[in-house]
């Protein structure tokens, strides 16, 4: 069964500094896909960041970046120039590539880290 | 706003008594997930349905069951309720052959008393 672990439970940053949140999975699979969400204080679950397991480079969404590390089995996230509204919890998450054409997999989830953004 | 939408948003029932929950996916997106978020357990997969089929199970429990109508609305049934079953419950949508992009709700909130 695969696993996320995510071992930094809360973190804090200044405003406009960069951060960068780990996360580690276990998986005997080669072909995968792994997301990065963000729940904000009003709960809702929004993607931030996606990684194909097959691309060997690092997705970028404007300010957050990915450290993809296959072999290491690890996929960090890097914010930059952090604003007041990062201010969230962060999840990292798997899915596997099993039954992809009308039958995609479920999301499997680290327990999260808090990410605090300080004015 | 992700397109997805869930009702009630909150929900206060007492241990014991049986509620439903509704998911209207994206316009257009085949399959509904299930999830529930809890302090306990975190954010844990449900139940999966594609086109109306059941197509994988997670940490659901056997007093819960899903469905998904033709219309691709789904519904999570939670009955006998206890209360470490007080979660937020998400539901989420994807089209096939997208990139497996999942579109969460915004949750709805149970609290068993």
């Known amino acids: 069964a695969q696993t996320v672990t995510q071992s930094q439970p809360e973190m804090s940053v200044q405003e406009a500094e960069t951060v960068t949140l780990s996360c580690t999975y276990d998986t005997s699979e080669s072909n995968y896909y792994l997301f990065w969400y963000k729940q904000p204080p009003s709960r809702q679950m929004i993607l931030v960041i996606r990684?194909?397991?097959?691309?060997?480079q690092n997705a970028t969404e404007n300010r957050f970046s990915v450290n993809f590390q296959k072999a290491a089995k690890s996929f960090s996230l890097k914010i930059s120039d952090s604003q007041l509204g990062d201010t969230a919890m962060y999840f990292c998450a798997f899915m596997s590539r099993a039954g992809y054409g009308g039958s995609q997999g479920n999301l499997i989830f680290g327990k999260g880290t808090k990410l605090s953004v300080k004015p | 706003d992700s397109g997805v939408t869930q009702t009630p948003k909150h929900l206060i029932t007492a241990t014991g008594q049986r509620v439903t929950l509704r998911c209207s996916p994206r316009s257009g997106d085949l399959s509904v997930y299930w999830y529930q978020q809890s302090l306990d357990q975190g954010l844990q997969f449900l139940i999966h349905y594609y086109n109306g089929e059941e197509r994988a199970k997670g940490n659901i429990l056997e007093r819960f069951s899903a469905q998904q109508f033709p219309d691709l609305h789904s519904e999570l049934n939670l009955s006998s309720l206890e209360l470490g079953d007080s979660a937020l419950y998400f539901c989420?949508?994807?089209?096939?052959?997208?990139?497996?992009?999942?579109?969460f709700g915004p949750g709805t909130r149970l609290t068993v008393l």
């Open positions: 990684q194909e397991a097959y691309k060997q």
């Open positions: 989420a949508s994807s089209a096939r052959g997208a990139y497996n992009e999942q579109f």
